[in-house]
């Protein structure tokens, strides 16, 4: 990501479209989402994954390789995303709010480097 990248985000926007958080993946390689990015799930059409360098997008639609999301909000992550992890054993993930019409699920360290171009633009 580059610093221009950052100059386009807007700096206030009056109400969320995401929601997001840290969760853990546990010694199976499953993430469980939080409760409130649970909406939806019991409806019959599937979570589709598409992958874009060291993210996974979830959303429903005729792309990609359908994911199974169970009833208590778990999934299986792909062995890339798992090994990416390491060594935090966390993953960073976001829902388009309200309807948590797509989700995103990256490693921790992504983070790592939008701070870092973050520090550099203001420092």
């Known amino acids: 990501m580059t610093v221009p990248a950052l100059r386009s985000i807007p700096a206030a926007r009056p109400t969320s479209r995401w929601r997001h958080g840290i ?14 990015f649970r909406t939806g799930l019991d409806v019959p059409d599937p979570f589709r994954a598409v992958s874009r360098e060291n993210a996974l997008r979830l959303r429903r639609g005729p792309d990609g ?21 390491d060594p935090s054993r966390s993953v960073f993930i976001a829902a388009r709010w309200p309807e948590v019409s797509c989700l995103v699920v990256m490693p921790t360290s992504s983070l790592d480097a939008l ?8 420092g």
Do not use: Q
């Open 23 to 36: 969760v853990g993946v546990d010694d199976l390689g499953r993430i469980t989402l939080p409760a409130d």
């Open 65 to 85: 390789t359908v994911i199974h999301v169970d009833r208590r909000g778990r999934l299986v992550l792909p062995m890339w995303l798992r090994r990416l992890a």
């Open 115 to 122: 701070v870092d171009v973050a520090a550099e633009e203001v």
